[in-house]
């Protein structure tokens, strides 16, 4: 069965105003608020952006207010630095032609400053025509309220959302994308199924739970993380369900999309006849929110980091770390702001900002380590190695995801003796202390 994309979805508003009564239907006055939100953002210009940080949502505890009005609040904040970076872009292109004109005046030899000049205007010019937004007051509520993604994601720019509205002439075979994605979804939900029999999300609240053995617990922290981490997985592969479904966030192949950032080659995509293309032309990389093989095979905090949740990576990289003036503040700030994007409960704190340490135990322990005293045969050993410890670290982080609260957390942490924290401290320690005593060998590379 094949989808035509058609006027439809260009011309009609009917779905994102449904939106907008169906949520002032299920949040009542509290809705009210989101609306002043997503208002207030079309007047944000600039650095002005960056107060959107510091806005909680403070009106209810209730998990349906949260998760909706966290993703409201990343469409705000992404919208605005839109805006801002498409200013930057016409300011770019203005300062760049006055170069061009100087350097013609000044120097008629020099022609290949002036072949530079032009190399960067046709590129600025690229990013203007297919980066650049000018949304007015309506198509910023209408953008902010679109049913696509409202409560599970996954984050898409502005531009993606008007990419999608303008479309024309594009035959998608959403069924085919729909079954691609979803061949590994049934095992997922079996997996999950079977594992809630055995052990909850409340077993650490119930009375008793604290005296079962350590190994108990060690054992229910693994399995806990599995099915906190497979209900993600089951929610994010419907969520992109629902995208494929409308045809939103495809996009050729040729122009190389990437999570949350769309397109990156846009001379192929100026280039495109999308008159001429099939199905198979396209792909839905733009909204794929989870890679769940390379999650659970990545050997490395870091490299899992890239593959969770992966238009949300690509928000915190575009709108926070990218714009940290300090490099070395860059990673420690972008978790502290996605542990506030996720809630205010200090469980998120207390995980998010583990992070840091357990990269820097892995840095050190490849500069230290690895590089020095390993060699190639052993290499694959000492992969299995860290992907022991970086899934034993999530395991123990995911503790404050589950519990929340500040003293649940360090109840539990306790209870296993600070077993993550420590494992983080002593292979830093190790790792710093090779690095320092030992030269590299020269088979490095």
């Known amino acids: 069965m094949c989808k035509y994309i058609n006027s439809f979805y260009s011309s009609s508003q009917t779905g994102r105003l449904f939106v907008f009564y169906l949520v002032l239907w299920i949040f009542a006055l ?30 209810s505890n209730k998990k349906r207010l949260q998760k909706f009005f966290k ?37 008629a030899d020099n022609e ?19 980066k650049s937004i000018e949304p007015s ?32 002439n594009c035959r998608l075979d959403s069924v085919k994308f729909m079954k691609k994605r979803g061949r590994i979804a049934p095992f997922i939900i079996i997996i999950f199924l079977v594992l ?12 008793g739970f604290y005296d079962s053995t350590l190994a108990y617990r060690l054992i229910y922290m693994v399995l806990i993380f599995t099915l906190f981490r497979f209900r993600f997985y089951i929610a994010w592969i419907f969520a992109e369900f629902s995208c494929m479904s409308a045809g939103f966030g495809a996009y050729p192949i040729c122009t190389v999309p990437k999570p949350g950032a769309g397109p990156t080659k846009l001379k192929e995509l100026k280039n495109f006849d999308a ?5 198979s032309d396209y792909s839905f990389d733009c909204i794929n929110n989870i890679d769940e093989y390379k999650c659970e095979t990545a050997k490395t905090v870091k490299e899992v980091l890239h593959f969770w949740n992966m238009t949300v990576q690509f928000w915190m990289a575009n709108n926070v770390y990218k ?24 469980g998120y704190y207390l995980s998010m900002l583990t992070t840091s340490p357990c990269i820097l135990a892995e840095n050190l322990m490849e500069k230290g380590f690895k590089r020095r005293f390993v060699s190639e045969k052993y290499y694959k050993v000492y992969n299995m190695a860290t992907w022991f410890f970086r899934t034993r670290e999530f395991d123990y982080m995911s503790i404050g995801f589950i519990l929340l609260s500040y003293d649940e957390t360090i109840k539990f942490w306790k209870s296993i003796y600070f077993i993550g924290h420590f494992a983080c401290l002593f292979f830093i320690l190790v ?5 320092k005593l030992f030269k590299p060998s020269k088979k490095t590379n």
């Open 137 to 168: 007051l309506f198509q910023t509520i209408l953008y902010s309220y679109c049913y696509i993604g409202i409560l599970t994601g996954p984050y898409f720019k502005y531009r993606t959302y008007a990419d999608w509205l303008s479309v024309k």
């Open 71 to 107: 993703f409201l609040k990343q469409k705000c904040v992404g919208l605005a630095f839109e805006v801002h970076d498409s200013f930057n872009r016409k300011k770019q292109l203005y300062m760049l032609n006055e170069s061009k004109n100087m350097v013609r005046k000044n120097s």
């Open 431 to 435: 790792g710093f202390f090779l690095t």
């Open 196 to 207: 809630s029999k055995f052990v909850s999300f409340q077993d650490p609240l119930k009375d």
């Open 112 to 130: 290949n400053a002036s072949d530079d000049i032009d190399d960067k205007i046709g590129k600025l010019k690229l990013d203007i025509e297919f």
């Open 323 to 346: 714009r940290v003036p300090l490099k070395k503040l860059g990673q420690p700030i972008t978790m502290a702001v996605s542990a506030y994007w996720h809630g205010l409960h200090p």
């Open 30 to 59: 509290f809705s009210s608020h989101s609306a002043i939100r997503s208002a207030k953002t079309s007047s944000i210009r600039q650095c002005c952006s960056i107060n959107t940080y510091f806005k909680g949502d403070l009106i």
């Open 275 to 279: 008159k001429n293309s099939k199905s």
